[in-house]
């Protein structure tokens, strides 16, 4: 299996610190990532050969840091499955998630989910790599998903969420329209008393704004772009029921209809990301796919 690791060659202003300074500060590893490596093998090695994290490098050395785990420890059984890869790495992968497909397994979803499929598509390529999302999106959405491979990569996007370094666009087809083209929904959202899943805007519940943008109205419907500042759950139902424009198709938050669209209609359009070992800047998109496109086709635009 092809293991990944992180390498630094020691100049000679690295020279004489600390591996463990050099992992932290140089490399960015955190104390979890660390304390889960150096008890294997190879976890940490100055030119080839095992360290502890007090010793103090030397010019010249190459210091490497193995990030995959030999030893899944996410429990997610590998299982046979469709996947639409838009960008794969090391460290990395990025989907395009099929509508009705589940994120994490769970409940009732053992090997059904993306996590399996990954964890499969991992196997069959000889990648070492375990199951660590880093977001997630409901079994109805469809769009751009990004999954760490590792601990660290995981970590590292984690810290990027509700910032300007990881920006998530989506696109809602809504039963009628915001009453003004653009704005922001800041509303607190909290759980439903008596429901283990639905939320709802109550003055308790937790912070949460979303920004729109109305792209285009087609009678009774419109597209709108949505962008997160907060990640609660449902936010966008939510918040789009709230202002009285509910996602088309949505069961819990709208008007359920079988005939235009069997889930609601929300699609996770385009992704920002920094890479969590490169620093460089990731862009992608995905356009509307099929089934809410027929929602709201353009030659029919008001």
């Known amino acids: 299996m092809s293991a990944r690791y992180l390498t630094l060659k020691i100049t000679p202003e690295l020279a004489g610190l600390e591996v463990n300074t050099l ?21 940490i090695t100055l030119d080839g050969v095992r360290v502890n994290v ?25 299982a046979e499955g469709p996947l639409d890869i838009v960008y794969e790495d090391p460290d990395l992968i990025v989907l395009n998630k099929a509508p009705g497909v589940l994120v994490h397994p ?10 399996n499929f990954l ?20 079994k109805g959405t469809s769009g751009l998903l990004a999954v760490a491979k590792h601990a660290h990569a995981q970590e590292k996007l984690k ?14 087809v809504c039963d009628g329209a915001p ?28 912070p949460a704004r979303t920004h729109y943008k109305v792209l285009r109205t087609c009678g009774p419907r419109s597209l709108v772009e949505l962008e997160l500042e907060t990640g609660r759950t449902h936010q966008i139902r939510v918040h789009m ?54 929602l709201i086709p353009k030659e029919n635009i008001l």
């Open 241 to 294: 029921a709230h202002i009285g424009c509910s996602l088309t198709g949505d069961f819990l938050y709208g008007r359920s209809n079988q005939a235009l669209i069997a889930r609601p209609a929300l699609h996770s359009a385009r992704l920002e990301l920094t890479h969590p070992i490169t620093g460089e800047r990731l862009f992608f998109s995905i356009p509307l796919p099929a089934d809410m496109a027929t």
């Open 23 to 43: 992992l932290r500060r140089t490399l960015g590893l955190s104390g979890t990532v660390l304390r889960r490596v150096k008890w294997l093998e190879d976890g």
């Open 119 to 138: 964890m499969y598509h991992y196997r069959a390529s000889g990648d070492e790599s375990d199951f660590h999302p880093v977001h997630r999106l409901d």
């Open 179 to 206: 009453s003004e083209p653009s704005g922001t929904v800041d509303a607190p959202i909290g759980p439903v008393d008596g429901s283990l899943v639905a939320r709802e805007v109550r003055p308790e519940g937790r």
């Open 54 to 78: 007090r010793v103090r490098a030397q010019e010249g050395e190459t210091l490497a840091v193995r990030l995959t785990d030999p030893s899944p420890t996410s429990g997610v059984v590998p």
């Open 159 to 172: 810290n990027q969420l509700h910032t300007n370094e990881f920006r998530r666009v989506y696109l809602a």
């Open 106 to 115: 769970g409940h009732g979803h053992f090997d059904d989910t993306l996590g």
